[in-house]
């Protein structure tokens, strides 16, 4: 099983990271205010316009560390990762499922029923443990209605009509989405989803862990040869990682929506954490990234137990361990793939 490392965060805008032997050197004004050892790092995520220099983008390409550089605004800008050794004849196999409506399919009423019953789990567990602070009526219609949309899902026929069931059970989870927020109601109220720009504090945090959950999925596809690009559910199109936003689904409202939740309903992030631009964008402030950064690496490193393998893992482990299950099915060592359906 492949090893859970740390993500360095660089959230300072005006640091610069170098090479200096096999560490990350990271300089403010030219002068060295820290260094951190290249073997402890999986990856590195900064968000800036200072960057890194060109021999340590180099020096992670080889060693296999990505470096993602995301906008002072937390939006995704590129992503420098070296040279891809998958296997060729897996990948040759998941484009040609890619081309295969039926198959395709099959795969896309994984992703999408694992996210109904998750976001159908997180209603419910709202209701089990507080539900004399919610609106249990509401929260109980809402999964009623996910509970059918799970039918539905697995009883459809075409591509066009599960977008049509995803996207109708989204808008009615995120519809009692409100309710879920039992502290700061007033500095974190949230009325719909909004993504380019998001409009209010909830959904620039969301927008921001989705952001980094994307990422995860990312970097493991990669990891076990799977082309991130080319996806079952999602179009494909240029520069859209379309087989990791296909994985994001199954691991969103029980990874990136309970993290955020977490973070309002415990205080950790608070209203001053954010600014508000000119164009209405609602978005963190570098304090605020840094808060959303340490929190976010702690919930990596929660254990937890795999409800297919029953085995222990890191949740930051869990988008590789689906990719893993995800490249067994397509070589034939599975007859379906077992989606993350959390208990």
Not at 126 to 155: F, G, P
Not at 235 to 243: D, M
Not at 267 to 280: A, R, T
Request: charged share 25%; net charge positive; glycine share 6%.
């Amino acid at each position: 099983m492949k090893k859970l490392l740390n993500t360095l965060y660089i959230t300072n805008p005006d640091y610069y990271l170098s090479l200096e032997g096999e560490t990350v050197t990271v300089l403010s004004d030219k002068k060295k205010i820290g260094k951190i050892p290249l073997h402890n790092l999986e990856s590195i995520i900064t968000c800036g316009y200072m960057g890194a220099s060109p021999a340590l983008m180099g020096k992670c390409a080889q060693e296999g560390i990505s470096i993602i550089f995301l906008s002072r605004n937390g939006k995704f800008l590129a992503r420098i990762v070296g040279e891809q050794y998958g296997n060729v004849i897996l990948r040759k196999t998941q484009y040609r499922v890619s081309e295969c409506e039926e198959e395709s399919l099959k795969l896309a009423k994984c992703f999408i029923m694992s996210k109904l019953y998750n976001s159908r789990w997180i209603l419910e567990r709202a209701i089990r443990d507080h539900k004399l602070r919610v609106d249990t009526e509401a929260l109980k219609s809402a999964s009623l209605t996910l509970k059918n949309s799970l039918n539905s899902a697995y009883e459809c026929k075409s591509m066009d009509s599960l977008r049509g069931i995803e996207g109708e059970a989204a808008s009615i989870y995120f519809g009692v989405f409100n309710e879920l927020i039992l502290q700061q109601e007033e500095d974190f109220s949230f009325e719909f989803r909004s993504r380019r720009p998001p409009l209010d504090k909830v959904n620039a945090l969301l927008s921001f862990a989705y952001v980094l959950l994307t990422s995860m999925c990312t970097s493991a596809l990669e990891s076990v040869g799977l082309d991130p690009y080319v996806g079952f559910m999602h179009t494909i199109r240029p520069g859209r990682k379309s087989l990791a936003l296909d994985l994001v689904e199954e691991l969103r409202s029980v990874f990136a929506d309970r993290f955020v939740i977490t973070l309002i309903n415990k205080k950790l992030i608070l209203s001053k954490h954010f600014i508000e631009q000119e164009d209405g964008a609602v978005l963190l402030n570098d304090e605020g990234k840094k808060i959303f950064f340490k929190y976010w690496q702690q919930k990596k490193l929660e254990v937890i137990e795999h409800p297919y393998l029953k085995e222990k893992v890191e949740w930051g482990m869990v988008p590789y361990v689906q990719a893993l299950l995800l490249s067994r099915y397509l070589r034939g060592d599975l007859d379906s793939y077992p989606a993350f359906f959390w208990k």
